[in-house]
């Protein structure tokens, strides 16, 4: 195992379009690669949890592998109960189940595993490490983070009230710096030279549905500038030398919800086939 010293691994989320981050991780698990420090968001912070415990093949098998299942993505369900993923079933019968997470070696892990949700009260972005959590809640953990306003209840933990960490910290590169990484290793889900632009359609609605939790309310209506200093952000330590980014060349058409395999498979592949293209540029860019 290749462990590389003060190097975070930085994942952001994005729904579906995470199989990309999906195949850069499985041809990193092929080269034994591994990083003192995993931060991730949303559908990174599920894709990160696979590379911890080095269960090659599991992300592309609980994601695309589902993609045509019923009841993974039902607008019969969001309709019914507010939820258009079965967080049920990803969250529990897949990990415990149906394709059992290797608890064992992720939680036996050296590696310090950061996964982040927003309080929907303050609208800050915490962050849960993973030796903090048991078996279960490490799974209420990714839910919440995986959690989408409007789509998907909140998420109820230790008197907070969560949300897809994603909203208020998309890219967590900030809170890779705060743990002590000098190098950093991004893997965004958006092309390059893509920007968020302001919500606008919806607000009232919005702002009347989540009336009791203020700090959502405001993050969400400056979640654009949030993504684009986020971006900006990334853009500036590239270019100092202290970030090196996998960003996809094109989706493949692969929105934020996407059950066609064709698609998510050619997304996937490209994730793989660049960072099988970059790894020896990245591993030089990680020396000391």
Same mark, same amino acid.
């Not at 912070?45 to 589902?66: D, E, H, L, P």
């Not at 967080?87 to 189940?97: A, E, S, Y």
């Not at 090196?244 to 498979?265: Q, S, T």
């Given at each position: 195992?290749?462990?590389?010293?003060?190097?975070?691994?930085?994942?952001?989320?994005?729904?579906?379009?995470?199989?990309?981050?999906?195949?850069?991780?499985?041809?990193?698990?092929?080269?034994?690669?591994?990083?003192?420090?995993?931060?991730?968001?949303?559908?990174?912070?599920?894709?990160?949890?696979?590379?911890?415990?080095?269960?090659?093949?599991?992300?592309?098998?609980?994601?695309?592998?589902? #993609?045509?299942?019923?009841?993974?993505?039902?607008?019969?369900?969001?309709?019914?109960?507010?939820?258009?993923? +079965?967080?049920?079933?990803?969250? +529990?019968?897949?990990?415990?189940?149906?394709? /059992?997470?290797?608890?064992?070696?992720?939680?036996?892990?050296?590696?310090?595993?950061?996964?982040?949700?927003?309080?929907? *009260? %303050?609208?800050?972005?915490?962050?849960?490490?993973?030796?903090?959590?048991?078996?279960?809640?490490?799974?209420?953990?990714?839910?919440?983070?995986? =959690?989408?306003?409007? $789509?998907?209840?909140?998420? &109820?933990?230790?008197?907070?009230?969560?949300?897809?960490?994603?909203?208020?910290? /998309?890219?967590?590169?900030? !809170?890779?710096?705060? $743990?002590?990484?000098?190098? *950093?290793? $991004?893997?965004?889900? !958006?092309?390059?030279?893509?920007?968020?632009?302001?919500?606008?359609?919806?607000?009232?609605?919005? %702002?009347?549905?989540?009336? +009791?939790?203020?700090?959502?309310?405001?993050? $969400?209506?400056?979640? =654009? +500038?949030?993504?684009?200093?986020?971006? @900006?952000?990334?853009?500036?330590?590239?270019?100092?030398?202290?970030?090196?980014?996998?960003?996809?060349?094109?989706? *493949?058409?692969?929105?934020?919800?996407?059950?066609?395999?064709?698609?998510? @498979?050619?997304?996937?592949?490209?994730?793989?086939?660049? #960072? &099988?293209?970059?790894?020896?540029?990245?591993? &030089?860019?990680?020396?000391?």
């Amino acid at each position: 195992m290749t462990l590389l010293k003060r190097s975070g691994l930085i994942l952001e989320g994005g729904g579906m379009r995470g199989v990309y981050t999906a195949g850069v991780l499985e041809y990193l698990l092929e080269k034994d690669v591994n990083f003192p420090n995993i931060l991730g968001v949303s559908a990174g912070a599920c894709n990160a949890a696979s590379f911890v415990s080095r269960q090659a093949g599991r992300n592309k098998a609980v994601t695309i592998g589902y #993609a045509n299942h019923p009841e993974y993505i039902s607008v019969k369900r969001l309709i019914r109960s507010g939820e258009l993923f +079965n967080m049920d079933l990803i969250f +529990n019968l897949i990990p415990n189940i149906e394709n /059992p997470f290797d608890y064992n070696k992720f939680f036996s892990s050296t590696q310090q595993f950061y996964v982040g949700a927003t309080d929907c *009260h %303050t609208g800050e972005t915490i962050y849960y490490e993973k030796q903090d959590l048991g078996d279960q809640l490490i799974n209420k953990i990714l839910r919440a983070s995986s =959690s989408l306003p409007m $789509v998907a209840p909140v998420v &109820e933990h230790d008197g907070r009230a969560l949300l897809d960490g994603g909203i208020s910290d /998309p890219i967590p590169i900030e !809170q890779s710096i705060r $743990v002590g990484n000098e190098k *950093h290793i $991004v893997v965004l889900t !958006q092309c390059k030279g893509y920007l968020k632009r302001p919500a606008k359609r919806g607000m009232w609605y919005f %702002t009347r549905k989540y009336r +009791n939790y203020p700090g959502l309310i405001e993050v $969400v209506k400056n979640r =654009s +500038n949030v993504y684009n200093q986020a971006i @900006e952000r990334v853009a500036e330590l590239e270019q100092q030398g202290k970030a090196f980014v996998f960003r996809p060349d094109h989706l *493949h058409e692969v929105g934020r919800i996407e059950r066609k395999k064709d698609r998510l @498979e050619a997304l996937y592949d490209h994730g793989y086939k660049q #960072a &099988e293209k970059q790894y020896e540029a990245m591993m &030089e860019f990680l020396k000391d």
